[in-house]
């Protein structure tokens, strides 16, 4: 018999596809997309983790901690993806539930009634531990896998350029490094950088007047 897993996210990112995707190979997933916040979303919760054998989440957050309060009163085991802004604590970037504050009790509230962590590389397995107080041996880091699209390209002479890839918004200058990045490149003048991503607010116009003519 084929296990069940309810799969709840907030996001519908390309890894969390992909995990759904490895998932439904071995189990029977039911899938919740999280979109409102508790309470409205509770019965979609109440009825996944009864119907079901495991609890899978994606980052400790509100959702998730109903999801997984729910997991704990009806012994059910569970499983929680950590990293990013669940377990980082970076003032000067206003980033991180480990900041303090209400996010801070929800996201280690649930990352505790969790039955195992699953952070996605050895930093936010390091964040975890140092910010939130977790220990090791609640968490088994798994590297985010992605499919191998260029294992076919032809051997060939390629032009020197720079690429990054995030959204362009003032909180990111910092947090993803965008202005280190644009300064950086007038460094390397024969070099081209290039910044891709969804501009947000006007954070692009202060890049473009520090940009250097080598940056796109």
């Known amino acids: 018999m084929r296990p069940s897993i309810f799969f709840i996210h907030t996001g519908n990112e390309t890894f969390v596809r992909q995990d759904r995707e490895i998932l439904c190979r071995f ?4 899938d919740y997309y ?10 979609h ?7 079901n054998n495991l609890v899978f989440c994606w980052f400790a957050s509100w959702n998730s901690f109903w999801v997984l309060l729910l997991a704990k009163i009806f012994g059910k085991p569970s499983l929680l993806v950590i990293g990013g802004y669940d377990v980082a604590s970076l003032p000067g970037a206003n980033y991180g539930h480990q900041r303090g504050g209400l996010q801070r009790w929800v996201s280690r509230a649930a990352m505790g009634l969790s039955t195992i962590l699953v952070p996605f590389s050895h930093f936010s397995q390091m964040e975890a531990k140092v910010n939130a107080s977790i220990p090791d041996s609640k968490m088994a880091m798994i590297y ?14 390629r032009e020197s350029m720079v690429l990054t890839v995030g959204n362009v918004e003032w909180p990111n200058l910092k947090r993803k490094g965008l202005e280190f990045f644009v300064r950086s490149a007038a460094y390397l003048p024969d070099v081209q950088f290039v910044l891709v991503g969804k501009w947000l607010d006007d954070s692009v116009d202060f890049l473009r007047s520090i940009a250097s003519t080598n940056v796109v």
């Open 144 to 157: 985010i896998g992605v499919p191998d699209f260029f294992s076919c390209l032809p051997i060939s002479v």
């Open 27 to 30: 189990a029977a997933v039911q």
């Open 45 to 51: 919760y109440l009825r996944g983790v009864k119907d």
């Open 34 to 43: 999280a979109t409102h916040k508790f309470p409205f979303g509770f019965i």
